[in-house]
């Protein structure tokens, strides 16, 4: 650093000085003439030299080695305008080598500088309490480092200008982690993620997003599937992307299989629907997209199958899952303690109780496919009363018109507690074992939690129809037309 020749100078030394001049040995005190900086201490051959203090006059100040008039050596120094503080090596009266800077608005940095500017390795934390350690050039995060964010998250990889780019592994304050290529801070090229959830995904990344992820959910089979009363099904769920493909790439997205039976308000006889529910119940009718509204139905399973293995292990010291009734008669839903059956009623919980879901309703996918097999509808649980309509002294079928003898001789039969009959007259109808013929809903729902990157997919629908054992035409079903009617 080179200053002027001449200003007033003061000196310790037992010989007299000139006036206006810089002492020349030992220690001395000298104000430069332009009045802006102000030495004091060491002198050697009229230059400064060896440990001393320079003055601006804007506050700033430096405080250490001189070596031939230069700031060199270590030393400290402050910036009025900034509040910065550097304690550590200087060269040519630029911070080079190592040492700390202490910023004003919080943070410092510790490790090797060159010309004032961080240059190689060190350690910055900032204002919010981030940490950076690694390497640095021309003052950015640049070359391999690891960094502590305010969130929790931690990165070790490539760094290039302040940026997180090439290879490098996030590990998420959730317990997600990414490991692949990265581009301007964002995933960017292959790479993989496991996310908290469990989802999986292992492709190619486009500025944050995976290519290949799964957008929609695809229940396998015909339009309109076709069942045997009490019959068993097996449903092959795909995971799609926007083009129809599978999403391959993806695993571990949980998926719950449900159940609804259609939901018929008649018109002309509004208390009457395809199934009346007990109003402590609350059920809430969910719009399908076939044109009408159902309401949940279970799903039961045989009690030969026994829940999944790890389900199995869970409930081993509990309840034990005894078959119930002839083997050789309809399916048996799985049973309870004490040999009360025991069926899944809607959203996975019995009437009036918070217990399990029906064992085997949830599965997790593997390349973007499910299966769910010996999928069966349960019998109408508790508070679910079936209408039924008798042709003259025959049964025709679930949800016929409900008006009465004066259309085509067709009486409303409600189901009532068991006897067979009831005070008001009213026919009833038996408990039934298994689900009555007619149209039901089977819905795929993502249930992944938390949901893989924020998104859950929409819930995807199979039409169900239900026929009567050994009947060759459709079910007779209600119909919403008030002409019909």
């Keep these: 650093m080179a ?11 037992p010989h007299r000085e000139l006036p206006g001049r810089p002492p020349r040995d030992g220690y001395g005190v000298y104000v430069y003439p332009n009045s802006f900086f102000r030495y004091e201490g060491e002198w050697r051959g009229g230059k400064k030299h060896g440990r001393g203090k320079l003055l601006f006059k804007d506050g700033s100040y430096y405080e250490g080695d001189f070596v031939d008039g230069e700031i060199t050596g270590e030393g400290c120094r402050h910036w009025a305008l900034t509040g910065n503080t550097y304690t550590g090596q200087f060269v040519l009266g630029e911070p080079q080598g190592h040492g700390i800077m202490k910023y004003q608005a919080g943070g410092h ?14 350690c910055l934390v900032d204002a919010d309490g981030q940490v950076y350690w690694g390497s640095f050039h021309d003052n950015k995060r640049h070359g391999q480092g690891q960094m502590v964010f305010r969130n929790g998250d931690k990165y070790e990889g490539n760094w290039v ?7 490098g592994m996030l590990r998420l304050a959730d317990g997600s982690t990414y490991e692949g290529q990265w581009h301007s801070g964002v995933f960017s090229g292959q790479g993989s993620m496991a996310h908290c959830s469990g989802v999986i995904y292992r492709g190619i990344w486009i500025n944050g997003h995976p290519m290949a992820q799964a957008t929609r959910i695809a229940i396998l089979g015909p339009e309109v599937m076709d069942t045997a009363q009490g019959s068993s099904l097996m449903l092959t769920v795909q995971l799609q992307q926007d083009s129809g493909e599978v999403a391959t790439s993806e695993d571990g997205r949980e998926l719950e299989i449900s159940a609804g039976v259609r939901y018929v308000q008649l018109p ?6 395809f199934f009346r529910v007990d109003d402590g119940l609350g059920q809430t009718p969910i719009q399908t997209p076939f ?4 309401i949940s139905y279970p799903l039961s399973s045989p009690a030969s199958e026994g829940p ?3 389900a199995a292990l869970e409930s081993a010291s509990t309840d034990s899952l005894l078959p119930d009734g002839d083997p050789g008669g309809p399916p048996v839903p799985l049973h309870s303690r004490g040999g009360h059956r025991s069926t899944c009623a809607p959203g996975g919980l019995q009437a009036g109780k918070h217990e399990p879901r029906c064992p085997g309703s949830r599965r997790r ?4 496919c499910v299966q769910f097999s010996d999928v069966r509808l349960g019998p109408p649980p508790p508070g679910y009363h079936a209408i039924l309509f008798l042709e003259g002294l025959h049964e025709v079928g679930v949800g016929s018109r409900p ?3 004066d259309h085509r001789g067709m009486t409303p039969v409600a189901q009532g507690p068991p006897g067979g009959s009831r005070l008001d007259g009213v026919a009833t109808v038996e408990p039934a074992a298994e689900a009555f013929p007619g149209e039901y809903v089977i819905m795929i729902r993502d249930v992944t939690t938390p949901p893989f990157l924020g998104h859950t997919l929409p819930t995807a629908f199979k039409h169900l129809r239900v026929l009567a054992r050994g009947a060759g035409q459709q079910p007779h079903v209600p119909r919403e037309d008030p002409e019909a009617l």
């Design 161 to 167: 200008r302040d940026q997180r780019q090439g290879h």
């Design 3 to 13: 200053f002027a020749s001449e200003g007033r100078a003061t000196s310790c030394l």
């Design 109 to 122: 940095y510790e490790g090797e500088l060159f010309r004032g500017l961080r240059e190689g390795h060190g």
């Design 365 to 368: 996918a593997e390349r973007g």
């Design 403 to 405: 008006r009465g003898q």
């Design 268 to 273: 002309a006889y509004s208390e009457v629907s």
């Design 291 to 294: 044109g009408f509204q159902c």
């Design 308 to 310: 999944e293995p790890r």
